[in-house]
T-cell receptor
């Protein structure tokens, strides 16, 4: 079964600095999808960024970028120019290959990110 | 309304009560999901519906009963719950199969905070 591991329960960063959140996963598949979600105190899960395993180029969304290392099964999230509004729980999630019908996301345990002003 | 909505946002019920959680997606998606988020545990998938057909039941106790009358609505019927069922229940939707660049991305509702007394 696929598993997702986030080894950093908590992280903190100074406002305007850069922080990297780690995620590793275990799968025997070659085609899959990886996501980072953000869950602020409101508890609303918000999609931050996605990465398709077949793409070699790392995904970027404004201040958010990933470092996808397929051989190492590593998928870290880098947040540049951290802002107070970035404070939240961050979850890494895995989705298996394209098959007919829907598939679940497998989530990591989450990393709580604190932004220090 | 936009995105994914859930009602009620908060629910307190006794162990002998019967209640229902409602989810509605306004994104034109063809798959819907129920997840459970407990303290100190990763998000756990409960049920998946694809094109209104249940495709996964993740060993959930029978006191939880899902219903998907159409591709926009999803219900979770609750009866004779236990205190350990207290959690945040999240609904999500996605577009599966052939589609645009946002396919397979799951979009979440704000959740229902359930307390069983």
């Amino acid at each position: 079964a696929q598993t997702v591991t986030q080894s950093q329960p908590e992280m903190s960063v100074q406002e305007a600095e850069t922080v990297t959140l780690s995620c590793t996963y275990d799968t025997s598949e070659s085609d899959y999808y990886l996501f980072w979600y953000k869950q602020p105190p409101s508890r609303q899960m918000i999609l931050v960024i996605r990465q398709e395993a077949y793409k070699q180029q790392n995904a970027t969304e404004n201040r958010f970028s990933v470092n996808f290392q397929k051989a190492a099964k590593s998928f870290s999230l880098k947040i540049s120019d951290s802002q107070l509004g970035d404070a939240a729980m961050y979850f890494c999630a895995y989705r298996g290959p394209q098959v007919q019908g829907a598939q679940k996301l497998v989530f990591g345990q989450g990393t709580r990110l604190t932004i220090n002003p | 309304e936009t995105g994914v909505t859930q009602t009620p946002r908060h629910l307190v019920m006794g162990m002998t009560n019967k209640k229902s959680l409602k989810c509605e997606q306004h994104l034109g998606h063809n798959a819907m999901y129920w997840y459970k988020q407990s303290a100190k545990k990763p998000l756990e998938l409960m049920f998946v519906y694809s094109l209104e057909e249940r495709v996964e039941n993740n060993s959930v106790p029978s006191r939880f009963s899902p219903e998907c009358p159409n591709s926009s609505h999803l219900f979770l019927h609750l009866h004779t719950l236990q205190p350990e069922d207290s959690a945040l229940y999240l609904c999500a939707s996605s577009q599966e199969g052939v589609g645009g660049p946002k396919r397979y991305e799951q979009y979440f509702g704000p959740g229902t905070r359930l307390t069983v007394t």
